[in-house]
């Protein structure tokens, strides 16, 4: 066999078992039993429309369990200091909602990037092994 070919056969059974040893790595959804906590964000986004800077604006979203075991939130961040997140609760039996209370202070952020579109984002880390983190949106012109 020549040397070019060797080269070629041996660079594609190491990819093969590249390939193979990430998906054995990766945990999927064939592991996944029938019941599980489902996550859902109602709405995932909102758009305050136009406010004025210095203002603070306000949103509630709800958080629903939508699965058929206890959900778990174990981590609420934001995606800037000028917005901040609470939760009701972290613990949402299956079929339970509650209020996810957004603030967005405009007056925390300064320069020239503080006016026009803005978008944040609320990160949301729970249990959900299909979702284990979703994302809440807001949006803003700021005047």
Do not use: W
Not at 31 to 43: D, W
Request: hydrophobic share 40%.
């Amino acid at each position: 066999m020549k040397p070019k070919y060797t080269l070629i056969i041996f660079f594609i059974i190491f990819l093969s078992f590249a390939v193979y040893g990430y998906f054995e790595a990766v945990p999927g959804l064939d592991n996944l039993s029938e019941s599980h906590p489902t996550i859902k964000a109602i709405p995932d986004s909102f758009d305050f429309g136009e406010i004025e800077y210095g203002r603070v604006a306000e949103n509630t979203f709800v958080i629903k369990n939508s699965g058929e075991e206890v959900l778990e939130i174990t981590r609420l961040s934001t995606s800037c200091a000028c917005t901040s997140a609470r939760i009701e609760k972290e613990i949402l039996n299956p079929g339970e909602e509650v209020n996810l209370f957004v603030k967005y202070n405009t007056g925390l952020m300064t320069g020239d990037y503080a006016k026009g579109n803005q978008e944040r984002i609320i990160y949301i880390k729970t249990n959900d092994p299909v979702n284990p983190q979703i994302e809440v949106t807001i949006k803003a012109y700021v005047k």
